[in-house]
């Protein structure tokens, strides 16, 4: 069992820049692929970008340039770094993993975090 633990969501003004954070503890591996989900209201889960193994990162074409995902692994702890915010980037935004390679679909996932509130004010 691997546990997420999403931290680090909060209000910003559009064209500000925030940092969520991702614990995992349990069977930790660097071998999961780490990726980073976010579902605004009444929409789908929307693939932001993953962080796998070796630390290589891919990322949804839409999100490639504002959001950066990093990883510390003394602290077995993921990050996602999202700048120049716009309105609709309001989203629960939650980390995943899974055991094996990079994945854009959420279904791939075996573990997940409860999620963390980003809210962007125009």
């Known amino acids: 069992q691997v546990q997420l633990v999403e931290s680090g969501g909060g209000l910003v003004q559009a064209g500000g820049s925030l940092r969520v954070s991702c614990a995992a503890s349990g069977r930790t591996s660097t071998y999961y692929s780490m990726g980073w989900f976010r579902q605004a209201p009444g929409k789908e889960r929307d693939f932001v970008g993953v962080i796998i193994w070796d630390d290589t990162t891919y990322y949804a074409p839409s999100k490639e340039g504002r959001f950066t995902i990093s990883r510390d692994s003394a602290k077995n702890t993921v990050y996602l770094q999202m700048n120049s915010l716009k309105p609709e980037d309001t989203a629960v935004y939650s980390c995943?993993?899974?055991?094996?390679?990079?994945?854009?679909?959420?279904?791939?996932?075996?573990?997940w975090g409860q999620g963390t509130q980003v809210t962007v004010s125009s």
């Open positions: 995943a993993a899974r055991a094996g390679w990079y994945s854009s679909n959420p279904d791939d996932y075996e573990y």
